[in-house]
């Protein structure tokens, strides 16, 4: 099988958002570094309240992991609720669990008040358990979740699972009615066009190749060097994500970057689609190398998993092709004979702690450490950081915990180590 690398998402896109090409600004308000969820949720809100913005974006509008994920719009965080209580305390946690409850909401919210045509839905997640142990484990989290957050998740026993399903290979589920799903594409480009008619420079196809902070600086006190020319800012904005580059090292050495892959198959007719996911779930795995997976709105089965850990290059993107079919026909037998048209992969940006990030580095503002909950986490995130940019007092509960480096060979450059921790979770699948 060779299926030529292409991202599903980006074919739905009719008029891609773009900069103008003319001199960048000599001096802003704040200057963004990289246009994703959170720089243009950033840049929409500073723009929106008056601050003259010019975000600064490598490549084109969208063009890191914001373009490229599975649209999963997800209530939660990555780590189990006790390991978060015992690092945090329950007050922290409590505001995490609202943020990320209401990240959804924001997403919601700009989608109705932007007019962004992006098939946002309420459709609700589905969390399939691919051990008996991994099931039984689900009501102590369902119970938990209501106590501590008032958050309602309902349990699906293997006798129900069809109803929800197609598979047979589960054994059991947790529902989340809460969870939704988007076109990430068509969200991030309508972002992108909503941030620009509020006022926000948006500046493609530039990249941050040096920040310098002028302390007294007569016009701003960072200094950005581009590939377009330099500009001056008061404030700066990181959010480079896992694409973040040694321009800003310190930032640099705390970014895991980790590959993501997708596949999407033909188009499927409604009657099998109805069968492999009756409900239109966001639905993921309980595995750490896990799979999440969902059907397209135009009725395509988008299958993805981190099946080579390493950034997506033309290699990894092809071996994860096939893995990711292979594990696909393992989930819904009914699709062997169902032609992929796409794949394409991505690059996770993960914290050593498996926690989102926020707060000030060498005096810049940052956001980053998504992982896979980024679509309402970075849009929330961003207009958090423009808020307290423009003067409210941060009450980010992700700015207080701290924020450990990434140990040399995890870090972006140096993924060396990578393979080592692929491994390490493959075995804990294999024995927990
Ligand atoms: C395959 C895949 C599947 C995923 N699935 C989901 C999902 O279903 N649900 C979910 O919630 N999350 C998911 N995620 C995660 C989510 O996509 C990310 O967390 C989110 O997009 C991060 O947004 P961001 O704005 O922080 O970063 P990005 O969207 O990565 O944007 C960062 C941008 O910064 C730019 N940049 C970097 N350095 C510079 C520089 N020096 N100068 C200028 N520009 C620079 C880059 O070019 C890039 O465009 C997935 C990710 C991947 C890769």
Sequence with gaps: MTIKERNHWLDTVAEPATGPTGALPDKVDVAIVGGGFCGLSAARMLAQRGARVALLEAESLGWGASSRNGGMVLTGM?????????????????????????????V???????????????????????????????????VRIKNEFNHELRIVPK???????????YFGGLVDESSASVNPARYVNGLAKAAQRHGAGLFDHTRVTNVSSQPNGA?????????????????????SGAYT???????????????SY??????LPDALAAELSPRNRMIYDSKHFLYYFRLTPDNRMLFGGRAAFFPESESTVRESAELLRTGMIEVYPQLRDTKVEYVWGGTLDFAMDVMPHSGKIDGMHFAVGFAGHGVGAATWMGAKLANVICGDPDDNPFSRIPFPAA???????????LPLAGAYYNLLDWLT
């Design 219 to 239: 016009s701003g006190n960072f200094r950005i060097e581009t590939n377009r020319g330099s500009l001056t800012a008061k404030e700066v904005l990181l959010a």
């Design 159 to 169: 006798g129900e699972l069809k109803g929800e399903i197609g598979s047979p290979i």
């Design 78 to 106: 990555k780590l189990p609720v006790p390991t978060l209580l015992k690092r945090y305390g329950r007050e922290t946690v409590q505001r995490m669990y609202a943020a990320s409850l209401e990240s959804i909401d924001l």
């Design 108 to 142: 919601e919210r700009i989608v109705k008040e932007e007019g962004i045509d992006c098939d946002f839905s309420r459709c609700g997640r589905l969390e399939v358990a691919c051990k008996q142990s991994h099931f039984d484990h689900f009501s102590n989290a369902a």
């Design 262 to 267: 997708i596949i999407a198959t033909e188009i």
């Design 407 to 417: 140990p040399l060979g995890l870090r972006s450059g140096h993924t060396w180590a």
């Design 245 to 259: 580059t040694n321009a800003t090292p310190s930032l640099h050495k705390k970014v895991i970057p980790i590959g």
